[in-house]
């Protein structure tokens, strides 16, 4: 059976870096975003798509799809894209790295992309439309739920849940046991010990909670940047 060639969701600097990886196993074809924000029309050599139109150009019987875009909406958009891709008739990849060490009873969903030197131990589940970063490091025993995002360097311990959409930063850690629930923001540095509730904010190297909600903090953050 001939492979399926690529199209990437995205034109930010997360899917420009993803094209690099893909091309690794794949022949990456296009990318596609909303014609609202295509401001491109090339990337990389490639065409850039309007996703309203991509099934009529690059029909889903020959091609596939992969989401490569960030944490925003706190991964709804990722989450959103996989399920319209999946509306159109496409199939949707996964991309794990050779170098990752994965145990056979661990699995990975589709449209799931991990990165080099991730670590995923025995009996772990990952879901749909998840991002991991190098050199993470996932326990035995876990559950990540769809469309989290996890940075480089994060370590979470056995037997420890990620509920849907949360945000893991660099070094973030977890510990055994911990069940983080949906659309959870971690931040870099930051040491989680015991369980969280939904939309929680977790920024400080003690785990101390912040007092916003995740939606919330992301909206003061981008303010602040302006």
């Given at each position: 059976?001939?492979?399926?060639?690529?199209?990437?969701y995205?034109?930010?600097?997360?899917?420009?870096?993803?094209?690099h990886?893909?091309?690794?196993?794949h022949?990456?074809?296009?990318f596609?975003?909303?014609?609202a924000?295509?401001?491109?029309?090339?990337?990389?050599?490639?065409?850039?798509?309007?996703?309203?139109?991509?099934?009529?150009?690059?029909?889903?019987?020959?091609?596939?799809?992969?989401?490569?875009?960030?944490?925003?909406?706190?991964?709804?958009?990722?989450?959103?894209k996989?399920?319209?891709?999946?509306?159109?008739?496409?199939?949707?990849?996964?991309?794990?790295?050779?170098?990752?060490?994965?145990?056979?009873?661990?699995s990975?969903?589709?449209?799931?992309?991990?990165?080099?030197?991730?670590?995923?131990?025995?009996?772990?589940?990952?879901?749909n439309?998840?991002?991991?970063?190098?050199?993470?490091?996932?326990?035995?025993?876990?559950?990540?739920?769809?469309?989290?995002?996890?940075?480089?360097?994060?370590?979470?311990g056995?037997?420890?849940?990620?509920?849907?959409?949360?945000?893991?930063?660099?070094?973030?850690?977890?510990?055994?046991?911990?069940?983080?629930?949906?659309?959870?923001?971690?931040?870099?540095?930051?040491?989680?010990?015991?369980?969280?509730?939904?939309?929680?904010?977790?920024?400080?190297?003690?785990?101390?909670?912040?007092?916003l909600?995740?939606?919330?903090?992301l909206?003061?953050?981008?303010?602040?940047?302006?």
């Open positions: 059976m001939t492979r399926k060639k690529l199209i990437i995205g034109n930010g600097q997360m899917a420009r870096m993803f094209l990886f893909a091309r690794l196993e022949e990456v074809v296009a596609t975003v909303d014609r924000v295509l401001t491109d029309p090339v990337i990389e050599g490639l065409p850039v798509i309007p996703f309203e139109e991509v099934e009529t150009r690059y029909p889903p019987a020959d091609h596939c799809l992969i989401t490569a875009v960030g944490y925003l909406e706190m991964n709804g958009l990722r989450a959103r996989h399920r319209e891709g999946l509306a159109k008739g496409y199939a949707f990849a996964s991309y794990v790295h050779s170098s990752v060490v994965r145990h056979p009873t661990a990975v969903g589709e449209n799931t992309i991990v990165l080099d030197h991730v670590a995923i131990h025995p009996y772990t589940q990952i879901g439309s998840v991002f991991i970063a190098s050199n993470a490091s996932i326990g035995h025993g876990c559950r990540i739920g769809d469309a989290c995002w996890i940075n480089s360097g994060v370590a979470i056995g037997e420890s849940v990620i509920g849907d959409a949360s945000f893991l930063g660099i070094n973030a850690t977890i510990g055994d046991n911990i069940r983080i629930e949906r659309q959870c923001f971690v931040g870099a540095n930051t040491l989680v010990t015991r369980d969280t509730l939904a939309e929680e904010v977790y920024i400080s190297a003690s785990g101390e909670r912040f007092p909600s995740s939606q919330a903090f909206q003061f953050i981008a303010r602040s940047a302006r």
